[in-house]
């Protein structure tokens, strides 16, 4: 099995929300309008892969491995 990881680029995160709403148990914003890793990744891979997908900026890379 692959483990999952996701890294934050702070400096084109939007916070959209888009991601929180792809997997809201892994993604939340903080208060300072960048989102943040909260969950396990690897609690729900596929959602994390289709936010990472998704984001309109690009600010979510997947480390597979």
């Known amino acids: 099995m692959t483990a999952v990881r996701v890294e934050v680029h702070r400096d084109r995160c939007l916070a959209t929300g888009a991601c929180v709403y792809t997997a809201p ?14 969950g396990d990744p690897e609690a729900d891979p596929e959602a994390v892969r289709n936010a990472v997908a998704e984001c309109p900026v690009a600010a979510l890379e997947l480390a597979e491995g």
């Open 25 to 38: 148990g892994v993604f939340a914003v903080g208060d300072d309008a960048v989102v943040a890793v909260i």
